[in-house]
């Protein structure tokens, strides 16, 4: 199992970024996983920012980037994309890919970082004013 992040850096306020996570050792068809994208601040906990489900295709996001991230998966491709948009300062962060297995309760499960069993090896995204 591994999960290989790309697509950080260092972008302005107001600007966009896209991670992508690929991922082996995986079925995407097949195995009913919840990948996601984490993220964790200097002095802050892990927290979830999206998620999306392998089999089903729903979707999850934390309330700080609803209408701002876009989360999606290509299957062929065995990769996770997230879309960021309209970046503040405040999402300066280093970013993690994260697939987890269940079985949740709750949609706020799916970004809960302790139901995560992989992990990548993160990614950094700076904002500056």
């Known amino acids: 199992v591994q999960l290989v992040e790309s697509g950080g850096g260092s972008v302005q306020s107001g600007g966009s970024l896209i991670l992508s996570c690929t991922a082996s050792g995986f079925t995407f068809d097949v195995d009913d996983l919840a990948i996601g994208w984490f993220r964790q601040a200097p002095g802050k906990e892990r927290e979830g920012v999206s998620c999306v489900e392998t089999t089903d295709g729903n979707k999850f996001y934390a309330n700080s980037v609803k209408d701002r991230f876009t989360i999606s998966i290509d299957k062929a491709k065995a990769t996770v994309n997230m879309h960021m948009q309209s970046l503040t300062p405040d999402d300066t962060a280093v970013y993690y890919c994260?697939?987890?297995?269940?079985?949740?309760?709750?949609?706020?499960?799916?970004?809960?970082?302790?139901?995560?069993?992989?992990w990548g090896q993160g990614t950094q995204v700076t904002v500056s004013t």
């Open positions: 994260g697939v987890g297995r269940g079985p949740y309760y709750t949609d706020y499960d799916y970004l809960d970082p302790e139901y995560v069993a992989y």
